[in-house]
């Protein structure tokens, strides 16, 4: 699903990352379509669970307001 619409908006994972935060969707579609991915600790996933998972996000930050200067 990630590489289909990084296709119909002319993207390519090495220019693009996932913003999300849920690591069973968001990190992991992510990861699964080759992209930075960035899990924002705003919404299910809490930091503590993060190590509860097999693969890691390329950064964990607390607010998407975070991430602004990265644009």
Known sequence: MMRTGLNAIGAHSENSAM???????????????GMQTFLVLTGLTRPEQVEDFPYRPSKVVDSIADLVDRI
Do not use: K, N, Q
């Open 19 to 33: 913003i999300g935060d849920r690591m069973d969707t968001d990190v992991l579609a992510g990861m699964e379509a």
